[in-house]
């Protein structure tokens, strides 16, 4: 039988769209029902009221309700392994952190690979934490603070919010990079650790979060020598980062979103036009700005490219220093 060239480019044309429809049709319908995003953590954290903040206007944007859901344990890892496991249709998501770049080396044996079993849909916020020191200390800047730190070593405590967190690790690559000797005092919790270094017990805590430390340092009580992250917060404008002083150095606290691998790749660009759109928005600006933090818009392939460099990063300071599990 004998077709003609206009019939069978038609055909073939046909043909090779075909396998298309269904993830066409799949992420237009998408989402059908509630979508949720995991958060690894307690209520009230820093993870939880980012995944709020989006969570509202994402809400508006795909007319479903996004509902967050905290599912805290084991750094996060109980969180992750809920969205690993859940069905890849766009309607599980996940809060991803530093949490999940450092677990990636400091848990010897997990269920799960980020890398691998988490596709990215893209940024949120990025943090810019200080590196904060109590008035006692007399450094006014990082040069100074290093000088004192070499001339009474191991006489500096250094505090965190717990082993192998974002301070903690700051911290680490800090001492690593800057030649000095602290001693690391790690707390059950950033409050806690913030509280005595109000109150003298400790003296610097590398990384802490703005917006708990804003005020304090405004009241005289804190003195930030640095901001950690890799470029001045609008906040502190005239505070400098540490890399300005030690070059490579940063430091940040980043929050995206993340879809179980096999995702359907029409609803991860769905959802991250959705959040990129949402972050154009000024009043959330202006929210974030308040929490010391800036949108952080990203592609997917340029999120996972953030992913893999802070793994790897950590994965270098965590054996460097020798961070163990308690």
Avoid: C
């Amino acid at each position: 039988m004998k077709i003609d060239r206009r019939r069978f480019l038609h055909l073939a044309a046909g043909a090779a769209a075909q396998p298309t429809f269904p993830l066409v049709a799949r992420a237009q319908a998408y989402p059908s029902r509630p979508v949720r995003i995991i958060v690894g953590f307690p209520p009230g954290g820093a993870q939880d009221i980012y995944a709020r903040l989006i969570g509202q206007r994402l809400s508006e944007r795909v007319r479903q309700p996004v509902i967050v859901e905290n599912r805290p344990g084991a750094s996060g890892n109980i969180g992750t392994e809920a969205v690993v496991r859940a069905a890849p249709d766009g309607h599980t998501l996940l809060l991803l952190g530093p949490p999940n770049a450092i677990n990636a080396t400091f848990y010897d044996k997990l269920s799960f690979n980020v890398v691998h079993d988490i596709q990215p849909v893209g940024g949120i916020v990025r943090e810019f934490p200080i590196m904060a020191v109590n008035p006692s200390v007399p450094a006014k800047t990082v040069p100074e603070f290093i000088v004192y730190a070499k001339a009474n070593p191991g006489r500096l405590h250094m505090a965190s919010s717990g082993i192998a967190t974002g301070p903690h690790l700051a911290g680490e690559l800090f001492k690593i990079m800057a030649g000095v000797e602290l001693i690391h005092v790690p707390y059950r919790g950033a409050s806690l650790a913030l509280s005595d270094l109000l109150g003298g017990q400790v003296q610097v805590m590398i990384g802490t979060s703005m917006s708990a430390a804003i005020e304090h340092v405004r009241a005289g009580k804190l003195r930030a020598l640095a901001v950690t992250a890799a470029t001045r917060s609008s906040i502190l404008p005239d505070v400098p980062t540490v890399g300005e002083f030690i070059p490579g150095f940063e430091s940040s606290v980043w929050f995206g979103l993340g879809a179980p691998r096999n995702t359907p790749a029409g609803i991860i660009d769905r959802l991250n036009r959705e959040i990129n759109t949402v972050l154009l928005d000024p009043n959330l600006k202006e929210r974030f700005a308040d929490l010391g933090a800036a949108p952080m818009p990203m592609m997917p392939a340029d999120f996972r490219r953030l992913i893999v460099e802070e793994i790897e990063k950590w994965a270098k300071v965590i054996r460097a220093a020798n961070v163990k599990r308690e």
